[in-house]
């Protein structure tokens, strides 16, 4: 799956109105993030992060003066040296661009969006002067400046690994930024609202994953949705899960009712599509679920992605929120090794509750 950060400029700005987008285009030496991380800032609330502390609390105070003056730039650059002027121990040097959206530009934006494929690229100078280029509908535009053109072969050829480029144009008149319109990411089905449900999908918040939770009736969801997660209200989740056919998709399964979990791993197991499908059980559970889901058909390769009990370690505390950590942490554990094992050198470690 992909998520482009056109829309979330668009989602910020039908929600707060005027926002400020800021994005690292370079960074040297230690830094608490890398090029290409990304918040979006209202007056009164901010999403995502560049990495926290005070180079983080000065790219919102630059944001915020941004958003407060009338006639000012659309875009602007800054550099920060961590160590000698922010007195962080990273001690490297980052350089921001911010860049100011407004209703103004949501037509534009929307027609911009509407052309972008998951493989795009969308260049526009550090100064303002027009909204964006992009590859889907600029190719034209690009190769008057040579130099762009043959780093954007080289990055659509995927020679160059960095998520975002700074570069100067042949005149060396002014500074561009490459940055891909779109960042991969893995699905992840949450099956329940109860508490450790919850839990879970507020820790996930700015991770690699695209979120799609689901319960049976709208009722079961908290009146405040976090930033992002797609909800479905399905009668059956088994017959939704059965649907999803993603062969990259996570499946996390706790709710409220045995029968439902069953059925759920049922229709995923079957399907035999995913890379992970975790069920919140007691190891008593996971043996009767096993058995059933054997004589339903289920073959033994499809239980090489079955995680049973769920999470990562097991806690002596068993409030929501740290088993919704255990549970973040293995999904993190798989995503970013492919296997469990890989992570902690043995089975047999899992959270039981």
């Known amino acids: 799956m992909t998520a482009y950060f056109i829309d979330d400029i668009i989602d910020a700005v039908e929600k707060w109105e005027n926002v ?49 003056k009338t006639g000012g730039p659309l875009r602007k ?49 550090t100064d303002f002067d027009g909204l964006f280029f992009n590859t889907a509908q600029h190719m034209d535009d690009m190769r008057q400046w040579p130099m ?6 080289q990055y659509m050829n995927g020679d160059t690994a960095q998520s975002l480029i700074l570069l100067n144009d042949e005149e060396n008149a002014r500074q561009w930024v490459l940055e891909p319109a779109a960042k991969s990411t893995a699905p992840l089905y949450i099956y329940g609202a109860g508490h450790v449900g919850r839990a879970l999908v507020r820790i996930m918040e700015d991770t690699p994953f695209e979120i799609t939770w689901v319960e049976t009736d709208e009722s079961r969801f908290p009146s ?38 069953l059925e ?32 339903d058909g289920v073959s033994a390769q499809a239980f090489d992605m079955f995680k049973c ?16 950590i255990s549970i973040a942490a293995q999904l993190i554990a798989e995503l970013e090794h492919g296997a469990y094992e890989l992570m902690i050198g043995s089975k047999g470690d899992y959270h039981d509750i």
Request: net charge positive.
């Open 224 to 261: 405040n949705v976090p930033y992002g997660v797609k909800t479905v209200v399905a009668p059956s989740q088994a017959d939704y899960a059965a649907q999803v056919g993603a062969s990259d998709a996570f499946h996390v399964v706790m709710t409220y009712s045995h029968e439902a979990d």
């Open 20 to 68: 400020v987008r800021v994005v690292i285009t370079r960074t040297h030496g230690s830094t608490p993030r890398d090029a290409g991380a990304s918040m979006i800032v209202a007056s009164d609330d901010f999403i995502g992060t560049i990495g926290g502390g005070k180079l983080e609390y000065l790219a919102l105070a630059e944001a915020r003066d941004m958003l407060q």
């Open 77 to 125: 650059t800054q550099q920060f040296v961590l160590g000698t002027e922010l007195r962080q121990c990273c001690g490297g040097v980052a350089w921001l661009l911010l860049e100011l959206f407004g209703p103004d530009h949501l037509v534009k934006l929307r027609e911009q969006r509407n052309n972008l494929k998951a493989d795009s690229f969308i260049m526009r100078p």
């Open 148 to 153: 762009i053109a043959d780093t954007l072969r």
């Open 309 to 324: 009990p769920i999470g990562l370690l097991s806690f002596k505390h068993k409030e929501p929120s740290i088993v919704a």
């Open 264 to 295: 759920i791993c049922r229709a995923v197991l079957l399907q035999g599509q995913g890379q992970y499908l975790g069920l919140i059980a007691s190891e008593t559970k996971k043996a009767k679920f096993i058995n059933r889901l054997k004589k």
